[in-house]
C-alpha cells in the first residue's frame, strides 16, 4: 500500500508539473516516513551509495557538453559532415542524424545536442526550403542518440545503479546507435523527396569539391579530436570515464575560445555556475533514488513485480520483455533521460536478469527505449524542444515524427531486445566474456 502510494505521489507530481527531483524527494519522504525508517538509514545509504568514483564524470561531462555548446565545436562538425552530402536532395536530414551522434558522442547530453546542434542546422535547413516539420523532427529524434553513441550519461548512470563495468555499457549501446543513426538519416531523405523546393548544395567542379572538403576537414580536425581523446582514452585503457571527461575539457576550452571563437574566457564563469546547478539537481536527485531503490529492494519489489508480469504474460519471456519495454517507453514520455534512468534500472535490472537477459542488453534497451520515449507524443520534451528551436508548431511536426518513431526507433528496439548480438557482439569481441 505505501509503496503504491509512493508511486502515485511521484506520477501525479511529474504529471501536475512538479520538478522531478521534488518528486523523486516527496516519494522518497512518504517512505520513509510510512515505514519505519530513522534518519540513520537514509544518510548510510546515501553515503554508500554516493561515495563512488564513477559519479565524478557525470559533473564533468555536463560541463564539457556545456563548453561544447557554446564553443562553436557544433557548427565544424556539421561543416565537416556536409562537405560529403551536400549534393544528395533531403542530405541535411542525415548531416543533422550524424553530427548529433557525433556531437553526442563527445558531450553524452540528448538536450544539450539538440540545442547546439539544432540552432546550426535549423537556419540551414529553412534557407534551403526544407519542409521545417520534417526538419524539426528529424533534429528532435536525431538528439537522443547521445544516449546510445558513447560515452552517455546515462549509461554511467545506469552501470553505477546495477554495479556494472561503465565501459562495457558504452560499448554494448554503439551498434544500436549506429543503426538509429542511418535510418534516421535515410527516413530524413525519403521524406524529403516529395518537396520539389528543397534545394541542394551548388554543384562544384571537382577541384572546388575537394577544396571545399579539405578545407572543412582541417576546420574540423581539432574538434573531431575530441571524441578520439575521450573514447581513444576509455577504450584505449589508458583512462577512465572521469579521467576522459576531464582531459576534454581542458582540451575543448582553448579550442573553443582560440580556435572556433564561440565562447570568451569572461563566460566560462557563467558555464561553470549552470553546469553546477544542473550536477547539484542530479546529485540529490540520485540521493534520493537510491534509499527508494533501497527500500524496494528490502520490500522485495522487482520479484513481486516479475511474478505480476509471469502471470499476465503465461512465463512468455518474449511478451514479458515487451510489457517492458512499453513500461520504460512511458517513463521516457514523463521524464527526462536521467530521471527515467534512475527510477528504471533499479526495479528493471533485476527483473531482466531473472529472465536471463543480459545485463549489459538490458543497458542498450534502455537506451533505446527512453531515447524513444522522449520524442514519443502526448508529452515528448524533445518533440517541444525542437519545435522551439526549429520555430515550428508541433502540429507540422508530428506525421514525420511518428514516421521516424514507427520506420527507425521501433525497428532498432526490436533488434536491440529479441537478437542479443546486436548488443552484446561488440562487448565480447572487445572485452571477452560479458
Known amino acids: 500500500m505505501e509503496l503504491g502510494v509512493a508511486f502515485a505521489i511521484l506520477l501525479v507530481c511529474i504529471v501536475v508539473g512538479v520538478p522531478v527531483v521534488y518528486s523523486f524527494g516527496a516519494a522518497t519522504i512518504w517512505l520513509v516516513l510510512t515505514l519505519g525508517f530513522d534518519a540513520s538509514f537514509v544518510f548510510t545509504t546515501v553515503y554508500s551509495k554516493m561515495n563512488s568514483s564513477v559519479l565524478i564524470a557525470i559533473p564533468l561531462f555536463i560541463i564539457l557538453g556545456a563548453i561544447m555548446e557554446k564553443g562553436g565545436v557544433g557548427s565544424a562538425l556539421v561543416n565537416f559532415v556536409e562537405a560529403f552530402t551536400g549534393r544528395v536532395k533531403g542530405a541535411l536530414c542525415a548531416v543533422s542524424s550524424v553530427a548529433c551522434a557525433v556531437f553526442g558522442a563527445i558531450c553524452g ?11 546550426i542546422m535549423a537556419p540551414k535547413m529553412r ?16 538528439a537522443p542518440i547521445g544516449m546510445l553513441i558513447p560515452p552517455s550519461s546515462i549509461q554511467i548512470l545506469f552501470a553505477w545503479s546495477g554495479n556494472l563495468s561503465v565501459l562495457t555499457c558504452f560499448i554494448a549501446t554503439v551498434i544500436p546507435g549506429i543503426i538509429l543513426t542511418i535510418l534516421i538519416g535515410i527516413c530524413g531523405i525519403v521524406m524529403c523527396k516529395k518537396y520539389p523546393d528543397v534545394k541542394v548544395t551548388e554543384k562544384m567542379s571537382r577541384t572546388d569539391w575537394l577544396a571545399n572538403t579539405r578545407r572543412s576537414t582541417v576546420h574540423a580536425i581539432p574538434a573531431l579530436f575530441m571524441p578520439i581523446i575521450v573514447l581513444g582514452g576509455i577504450y584505449g585503457g589508458f583512462m577512465t570515464p572521469s579521467e576522459a571527461a576531464g582531459v576534454a575539457i581542458v582540451y575543448s576550452i582553448p579550442v573553443s575560445i582560440l580556435i572556433y571563437r564561440g565562447t570568451k574566457m569572461r563566460e566560462l564563469g557563467r558555464t561553470f555556475k549552470e553546469s553546477a546547478v544542473t550536477t547539484g539537481v542530479i546529485m540529490v536527485m540520485l540521493g534520493t533514488i537510491m534509499v527508494v531503490s533501497r527500500i524496494l529492494v528490502m520490500n522485495n519489489v522487482p520479484s513481486m513485480i516479475l511474478d505480476a508480469l509471469l502471470t499476465v504474460t503465461g512465463n512468455n519471456k518474449y511478451l514479458v520483455l515487451l510489457m517492458i519495454n512499453i513500461f520504460m517507453v512511458i517513463i521516457g ?51 517541444y524542444l525542437g519545435g522551439r528551436i526549429c520555430k515550428v508548431d508541433t502540429k507540422s511536426m508530428m506525421k514525420p515524427m511518428l514516421t521516424i518513431i514507427a520506420f527507425c526507433y521501433v525497428p532498432t528496439l526490436i533488434l536491440t531486445t529479441y537478437i542479443p548480438e546486436i548488443s552484446l557482439w561488440l562487448p565480447r569481441l572487445i572485452m571477452g566474456s560479458v
Open 109 to 119: 547530453s540528448g538536450a544539450a545536442t539538440l540545442s547546439c546542434i539544432g540552432s
Open 127 to 142: 534557407e534551403r526550403n526544407y519542409p521545417m516539420g520534417v526538419a524539426a523532427a528529424v533534429l528532435a529524434c536525431a
Open 333 to 383: 514520455m514523463l521524464m527526462d533521460d536521467v530521471s527515467g534512468t534512475l527510477l528504471v534500472a533499479p526495479i528493471l535490472l533485476p527483473i531482466g536478469m531473472e529472465l536471463g537477459v543480459n545485463p549489459y542488453q538490458m543497458a542498450a534497451i534502455l537506451g533505446v527505449n527512453l531515447g524513444m520515449g522522449n520524442v514519443t507524443p502526448p508529452t515528448a520534451p524533445f518533440l
